[in-house]
C-alpha cells in the first residue's frame, strides 16, 4: 500500500447497507447529530469494539447514499486505514474494493449492535451514553499493556510463607514458562487454608501480568453488602456484584451479525446449561427448549431470558402442556431479586474488566445455572482471541478464572465448556484455578485433564483411590494416601507439584502468624 493507494480511498465512496442506513437516521435524531458521517463512525466504532470479525455483506443487499471517503474518515484518515487494515488483515495487494468490503461489514454490524444497544438501554439518553462509556475503557484496557498482558515470566510465591517443609527455603515458582500450563489447582478440607493461599496466589498473578479476574464466590466470602473484602479489594479496578442484589451485567447471546451455525451452537450451549439443571428432562422437553433458544437468537429480538422464558411458556400451551421445571428455573433466573442478568456489556466488554462474583444469595439450582451460564461465555471469549503470544519462552496471559467448589462443575454437574477451557484454551491466555475439597473431584478425568493442572497445592484432606490415581498425571508418579493425610501435613503444610519441581512439602501459611 502506498500514497495512491491512500488517494484512493479518500475519493472512493461508502455506502451503508439500506437496514445501517435506517438505523443511521434515526440514530442521528436520537442522539442529535447533524453529519451522517457522525453516525457512520459511531457504527463503525461499535463494531471494531467486538474481538470477532464481522460477516461479509450478503450477496445482492440493498445499500444507501453513499459516504465520501474524505467525509467518512476526516483528518483521522491514517488512523482509520490503520485499524482496518490490521484487523482484516489486509496485505500490500489490498485494492480499494477490499477495503470497502471491510468497512460496509463492520459498518452493518455496528448498525446492529448500536440498535440493540439502544433497546437494552430502554431508549434512555443517559443509560445509552453509560453503555457507550463502559465499552471504552474494555477496549482501552486490551489496546495497552493490561489488556494484552504484560509480557515476561510471572513469577509466585506458594502462600505468605512459601517455604519447603520442614528445612525452610524459601520457594517461587513461574506457571507461564516454556511447556508450563498456567492452570492451578488447590485442595484441602474446610479451614485447610486453601482459599485464602488460592486468593494469595490470584492477587500476584492479577498484578504482574496486568489481566482482569473473574472470581466465581459461591459462598461469598468476597463480597459483603455489595462491597469487595479481602485481597480483591486492594487491586484496582476490581468489582464486587451480589447477584440476586445486583444482577450480572452480561449479554451472552451471540452477536446479532453471527453466522447460522454460531447461533445454532450458542443456543444449544444454553440450553444444555439449562437442562443440566433440571431433573430428568424428557427427549420432548429437550427439543423444546432447544428449538426455542434457536429461535430467539436467529430472529434477532427478545434475546433475553424473559423473552426466552415467554417464548418457552407460549411453546408449551402451544403443544398441549403444563408449566414444567424448565418453565420453572427460567422464571427464576429472571425474577430472583433484582435478576440474575442484566444484557448491559457484551462478552467482551464485561470479560475486559475484572470480577468478584457472589452466589451466596441464590439457590442451588440457579447458583449452578448463572456458573454455567458464565463459563459458556468465558470459553466463547477466549475462543474469539488469537493465539497469546509467547515473548522470551513465557507465553502472554489474558485473563484468570477462579472457581470456588469446583467439585460442582467437574464431578456433580459437568461443565463441558470449563474442560475445554482447561484443555485448549491455554494457547489462548487463559488461566484457571480451580478451588475444590479433595483428589476425588477430579475423579473421571482424563490425564489429559489433569496434566494441564501445570501447578497442584494439596492440603490435607480426604482421598480416594480413584481420586488419586487422577492426579498421577501431572504428579508424574503414584500417589500414597498418607501424602495427603494430616500426619504428613501439618496446618499451613501443603503437598505440592510446582512446575520445574518434584512433588513436594511447602508451607503456605503460618499458624502462629498475626
Known amino acids: 500500500m502506498n500514497l495512491s493507494f491512500r488517494e484512493s480511498v479518500w475519493k472512493a465512496q461508502f455506502k451503508p447497507t439500506a437496514q445501517a442506513a435506517e438505523i443511521e437516521e434515526e440514530l442521528m435524531r436520537r442522539l442529535g447529530l447533524s453529519k451522517r458521517y457522525e453516525a457512520a463512525q459511531l457504527m463503525l466504532g461499535r463494531s471494531l469494539v467486538e474481538r470477532t470479525s464481522p460477516a461479509p455483506t450478503a450477496s445482492g443487499a440493498k445499500f444507501g447514499k453513499p459516504i465520501p471517503g474524505e467525509n467518512l474518515f476526516g483528518d483521522q484518515l491514517d488512523a482509520w486505514l490503520a485499524i482496518f487494515i490490521i484487523d482484516a488483515g489486509l496485505g500490500v495487494d489490498a485494492t480499494v474494493e477490499n477495503l470497502r468490503s471491510v468497512v460496509e461489514a463492520h459498518w452493518e454490524r455496528g448498525a446492529t449492535l448500536l440498535s440493540n444497544d439502544w433497546e437494552h438501554s430502554n431508549a434512555d439518553l443517559i443509560l445509552f451514553a453509560r453503555r457507550m462509556a463502559e465499552l471504552i475503557p474494555a477496549r482501552a484496557r486490551f489496546a495497552g499493556a493490561a489488556s494484552t498482558g504484560r509480557p515476561g515470566a510471572i513469577e509466585l510465591r506458594v502462600g505468605s510463607v512459601s517455604q519447603t517443609f520442614p528445612d525452610e527455603q524459601p520457594v517461587s515458582f513461574v506457571i507461564?514458562?516454556?511447556?508450563?500450563?498456567?492452570?492451578?489447582?488447590?485442595?484441602?478440607?474446610?479451614?485447610?487454608?486453601?482459599?485464602?493461599?488460592?486468593?494469595?496466589?490470584?492477587?500476584?498473578?492479577?498484578?504482574?501480568?496486568?489481566?482482569?479476574?473473574?472470581?466465581?464466590?459461591?459462598?461469598?466470602?468476597?463480597?459483603?453488602?455489595?462491597?469487595?473484602?479481602?485481597?480483591?479489594?486492594?487491586?484496582?479496578?476490581?468489582?464486587?456484584?451480589?447477584?440476586?442484589?445486583?444482577?450480572?451485567?452480561?449479554?451472552?447471546?451471540?452477536?446479532?451479525?453471527?453466522?447460522?451455525?454460531e447461533m445454532q451452537s450458542s443456543a444449544r450451549q444454553l440450553a444444555e446449561s439449562v437442562l443440566k439443571c433440571c431433573r430428568t428432562p424428557g427427549d420432548l422437553q429437550r427439543a423444546r427448549i432447544v428449538r426455542v433458544i434457536e429461535s430467539a437468537f436467529e430472529l434477532g429480538r427478545g434475546r433475553d431470558l424473559a423473552s426466552i422464558a415467554n417464548d418457552y411458556e407460549s411453546?408449551?400451551?402451544?403443544?398441549?402442556?403444563?408449566?414444567?421445571?424448565?418453565?420453572?428455573?427460567?422464571?427464576?433466573?429472571?425474577?430472583?431479586?433484582?435478576?440474575?442478568?442484566?444484557?448491559?456489556?457484551?462478552?467482551?466488554?464485561?470479560?475486559?474488566?475484572?470480577?468478584?462474583?457472589?452466589?451466596?444469595?441464590?439457590?442451588?439450582?440457579?447458583?449452578?445455572?448463572?456458573?454455567?451460564?458464565?463459563?459458556?461465555?468465558?470459553?466463547?471469549?477466549?475462543?474469539?482471541?488469537?493465539?497469546?503470544?509467547?515473548?522470551?519462552?513465557?507465553?502472554?496471559?489474558?485473563?484468570?478464572?477462579?472457581?470456588?467448589?469446583?467439585?460442582?462443575?467437574?464431578?456433580?454437574?459437568?461443565?463441558?465448556?470449563?474442560?475445554?477451557?482447561?484443555?485448549?484454551?491455554?494457547?489462548?491466555?487463559?488461566?484457571?484455578?480451580?478451588?475444590?475439597?479433595?483428589?476425588?473431584?477430579?475423579?473421571?478425568?482424563?490425564?489429559?485433564?489433569?496434566?494441564?493442572?501445570?501447578?497442584?497445592?494439596?492440603?490435607?484432606?480426604?482421598?480416594?483411590?480413584?481420586?488419586?490415581?487422577?492426579?498421577?498425571?501431572?504428579?508424574?508418579?503414584?500417589?500414597?494416601?498418607?501424602?495427603?493425610?494430616?500426619a504428613y501435613l501439618p496446618p499451613g503444610v501443603a503437598f505440592c507439584k510446582l512446575p520445574g519441581r518434584a512433588p513436594e512439602r511447602i508451607t503456605c501459611w503460618s499458624p502462629n502468624a498475626p
Open 315 to 486: 411453546a408449551l400451551h402451544g403443544d398441549g402442556k403444563d408449566p414444567d421445571s424448565i418453565l420453572a428455573l427460567l422464571r427464576n433466573l429472571t425474577d430472583f431479586g433484582a435478576g440474575c442478568f442484566q444484557p448491559d456489556n457484551g462478552i467482551d466488554a464485561f470479560f475486559g474488566q475484572s470480577w468478584v462474583i457472589s452466589l451466596k444469595k441464590l439457590p442451588d439450582d440457579l447458583r449452578k445455572l448463572v456458573v454455567l451460564i458464565l463459563l459458556d461465555a468465558v470459553k466463547t471469549y477466549f475462543r474469539s482471541l488469537k493465539e497469546s503470544p509467547v515473548e522470551g519462552g513465557f507465553r502472554v496471559l489474558k485473563g484468570l478464572i477462579v472457581i470456588d467448589e469446583a467439585r460442582r462443575f467437574l464431578r456433580e454437574t459437568r461443565s463441558e465448556s470449563l474442560v475445554e477451557i482447561v484443555r485448549e484454551m491455554r494457547s489462548k491466555g487463559a488461566c484457571v484455578m480451580l478451588l475444590s475439597q479433595d483428589p476425588s473431584d477430579f475423579e473421571g478425568e482424563q490425564d489429559d485433564f489433569t496434566t494441564q493442572l501445570g501447578t497442584v497445592i494439596g492440603f490435607s484432606c480426604n482421598q480416594s483411590r480413584s481420586g488419586l490415581r487422577a492426579l498421577r498425571g501431572v504428579f508424574g508418579r503414584a500417589l500414597q494416601e498418607r501424602e495427603f493425610s494430616d
Open 176 to 261: 507461564n514458562g516454556p511447556g508450563t500450563s498456567p492452570h492451578i489447582a488447590l485442595m484441602g478440607r474446610s479451614g485447610s487454608g486453601k482459599t485464602t493461599t488460592g486468593t494469595q496466589i490470584a492477587a500476584q498473578i492479577v498484578g504482574q501480568a496486568a489481566i482482569p479476574i473473574l472470581f466465581i464466590d459461591p459462598k461469598g466470602e468476597f463480597v459483603d453488602d455489595g462491597k469487595l473484602v479481602g485481597p480483591f479489594a486492594k487491586l484496582p479496578g476490581v468489582r464486587g456484584l451480589e447477584v440476586g442484589v445486583q444482577p450480572i451485567p452480561l449479554d451472552f447471546s451471540p452477536s446479532r451479525s453471527a453466522g447460522k451455525v
